[in-house]
């Protein structure tokens, strides 16, 4: 299966774009701290620290690595073969059984968090695996082009964070769907 990518550039990119993106998030670091201190809240209760990215530097089959609560969050831009590939996978042959259309509010853009559902390392954007979507070198889990688990020891698909579409090319990670869109939230 031939799924290329400018391996260079990519990971080039994807620095800046890390770099970027948590600069734009200070401003919710700094403010979120104290409250964070008082309350010490879940983890999965800290849905209120936002970051706002631009995705119009992202070109189809581009994969960026962005920081949301200091977890690696992936945003790829799908091509129309990825889009297909994720939306024609049966049902009968996934192991945490989910809908492409129930993962993504556009399917050009798939917006994960980039956690491995075995043991938690960071999946390879280089390494696209067996289904064309990432690898996770630490034991071998397969995950396809809508971050669905396929093959390997991993139990569940990536997870999908909240997010919104401000615009057509602005996304706040963290923002909670807005109604219309709430289905593509995992879980
Ligand atoms: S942590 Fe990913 S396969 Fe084990």
């Given at each position: 299966m031939a799924h290329t990518t400018d391996n260079a550039n990519v990971t080039r990119r994807?620095?800046?774009y890390v770099a970027s993106a948590s600069a734009?998030?200070?401003g919710g670091i700094v403010a979120l701290w104290p409250f964070i201190d008082q309350m010490n809240p879940a983890a999965d209760t800290l849905a209120l620290k936002e970051v706002e990215f631009d995705l119009s530097p992202i070109v189809p089959g581009q994969i960026v690595t962005i920081e949301w609560q200091k977890k690696p969050v992936f945003i790829r831009r799908r091509t129309p073969e990825e889009i297909k590939e994720a939306e024609?996978?049966?049902l009968a042959d996934l192991k945490d059984p989910q809908t492409d259309d129930a993962r993504v509010?556009?399917?050009e853009w798939l917006i994960l968090v980039a956690t491995c559902t075995h043991l938690?390392?960071?999946p390879s954007n280089q390494l696209k695996g067996d289904f064309g979507g990432w690898l996770c070198p630490c034991h071998g889990?397969?995950?396809d082009t809508s971050g669905r688990i396929r093959k390997g020891p991993a139990p569940k698909n990536l997870a999908v964070p909240p997010y919104q579409f401000l615009s057509d090319t602005?996304?706040?990670i963290g923002a909670a769907p807005k109604p219309a869109a709430a289905t593509a939230e995992h879980g």
């Open positions: 994807d620095f800046i734009a998030a200070v024609d996978a049966p509010q556009k399917p938690g390392c960071v889990s397969h995950y602005k996304v706040l």
